[in-house]
Every structure is written in structure tokens, then in C-alpha cells.
């Protein structure tokens, strides 16, 4: 097992009671190649702008894409709605942004995937290039995954592959879009989703989601730890935990927003 030592082998962001985040190294990394980024715009209101970057393992540098990346989406964002901008075109402004601001970071570009999301009130955008993910989980018992993964196992799922299936495959987890070195395509998948309840937003790198990946298994994980800490900063802290005792393969970030109708 190694040990990072560095402010971001675990670290965790509470900006307002109802949004927080957490991030860790997990058990089998000597660091943390994942970020994240939390920008609440009013205090008085559910609005903010939360990012989070995953850097590819094989790319040296990574953990400086991925905190570029994601600290620049957000700016972006903020940019955006303060210039009332619509939710897809602030979203490619963003990661269009946050690929310059990648490779602009070294002399010798890294990369790495990014999930970007914008609350406002009760509507949620969510903006995707590479397979960290957001899941809707709601007071009535539902779940859905909001994000589409870029990677061969979602290739093999839209073929008609089982997701158990395909994301047992062989290469698997081989990302078909990203940003930074080489990356050819890093116009975002996005979504807007109005919420018929109120419930949770969930935005997360594949340390935690390869555990468990379906929205019926994500619900069960997410319901089981929202029972024993309610709070967000406790929550978000346990779902890091809990995808170590898991094995902890991977670097794992979890960012959790109580969303009100």
C-alpha cells in the first residue's frame, strides 16, 4: 500500500450545509489524481457550480490536469450564468476552457475526464466528457443516472451488452473522450433534469462508482450510509470510506448536494 503524504491524499469541502464533498487516494495509488471543485453562488438559495476531474493513471502529470480542470469549469460556469447563458452552451464554453487551462498546465500536457454540474433551485444541468458520473437519487425511492459514460463499456451497452457484462469486459474502463494530451473530442454530454422531488445529487469518480455501478446498486449503497449521516460532509465521508473497505483500487471523490424542490 502507498502513502500520500500530500493536502490531497484526503481532503473534504463543505461550503453551505447542503452541498459537500470528499476526496481520497484510496489504498493502491501513491496519489491522488482526482479533484473537485464546489463554487456556491448565493448562500441564501440551492445555486452552485461542483466539478469533479479524474486524471488518467497512464498520463504523467495527471493530478495536475484534473485540479486545473476542474477548478477552471467552475470559474466558467460562474462566468456563464452571470451572463445568462444557456445551460449547453455554457457547458462547452467550460470544457472547452478547462482543455486550454489543461494544456496550458505543463509543458508536457497530461489528461483526465470531467464531470461539471449547476444547481439552481430545483434544476440540475450536468455536463460530461470521460466516466466520472452523476446520479439522481430522490426522496421517493428512484434513482437515475444522469451522465452517459464515454468508455467501451458503455460502446458495448448501447450495442445491447448487460451493463454486468460489459463492464467486465475486456478493456472496459478504456475512456473514448477526455481532456488534455491528444484529445480530439471534448464537447460535453448534457443534461438538464427537473427533480419531481426533492432528494440528492450525486457527482463521483469510478473509485467509488466501480463498486457499485447500477443505479439500483448505487441507491442501495447511498441509502444505506445517508441512514447512519445525514449531513452532507459525514455522508460524502463514508461513501469515500466505504469504496476503501471495498479495496479501495482507485482514487475515489464523491461530492453530495441536498437538492429541494
Known amino acids: ?3 500520500d503524504r500530500s493536502e490531497r491524499s484526503h481532503y473534504a469541502r463543505v461550503p453551505a450545509p447542503w452541498l ?6 484510496g489504498l493502491r495509488h501513491p496519489t491522488n489524481q482526482d479533484a473537485m471543485c464546489l463554487a456556491v453562488r448565493d448562500k441564501s438559495h440551492r445555486t452552485a457550480m461542483i466539478a469533479v476531474a479524474d486524471g488518467v493513471t497512464t498520463a504523467e502529470g495527471s493530478e495536475v490536469a484534473s485540479l486545473v480542470a476542474a477548478r477552471t469549469a467552475v ?3 460562474v462566468s456563464a450564468h452571470h451572463q445568462g447563458l444557456a445551460a449547453n452552451l455554457a457547458f462547452v464554453q467550460a470544457f472547452e476552457g478547462a482543455n486550454r487551462a489543461v494544456l496550458e498546465a505543463r509543458e508536457d500536457p497530461s489528461a483526465c475526464t470531467l464531470i461539471a454540474a449547476g444547481i439552481d433551485e430545483g434544476t440540475l444541468a450536468v455536463g460530461n466528457v470521460g466516466d466520472s458520473r452523476a446520479y439522481w437519487l430522490g426522496d421517493d425511492g428512484s434513482c437515475r443516472l444522469l451522465s452517459t459514460d464515454d468508455s467501451m ?3 458495448r451497452i448501447m450495442l445491447g451488452m448487460t451493463r454486468d457484462d460489459a463492464e467486465q469486459s475486456s478493456q472496459a474502463h478504456a475512456i473514448t473522450k477526455w481532456l488534455g494530451r491528444q484529445a480530439t473530442d471534448v464537447t460535453p454530454s448534457v443534461i438538464v433534469f427537473h427533480p419531481e422531488c426533492n432528494g440528492w445529487l450525486l457527482l463521483c469518480s469510478d473509485g467509488l462508482w466501480n463498486y457499485a455501478s447500477s443505479p439500483e446498486a448505487m ?3 447511498f441509502r444505506a450510509e445517508l441512514a447512519e449521516a445525514p449531513a452532507p460532509g459525514q455522508l460524502c465521508e463514508r461513501l469515500v470510506a466505504w469504496a476503501n473497505d471495498q479495496g479501495g483500487r482507485d482514487n475515489t471523490t ?8
Open 1 to 3: 500500500m502507498h502513502e
Open 75 to 77: 470559474e466558467l460556469m
Open 20 to 25: 459537500a464533498g470528499c476526496s481520497d487516494t
Open 153 to 155: 463499456a458503455q460502446a
Open 219 to 221: 441507491s442501495a449503497l
Open 254 to 261: 464523491a461530492v453530495v448536494a441536498r437538492i429541494e424542490c
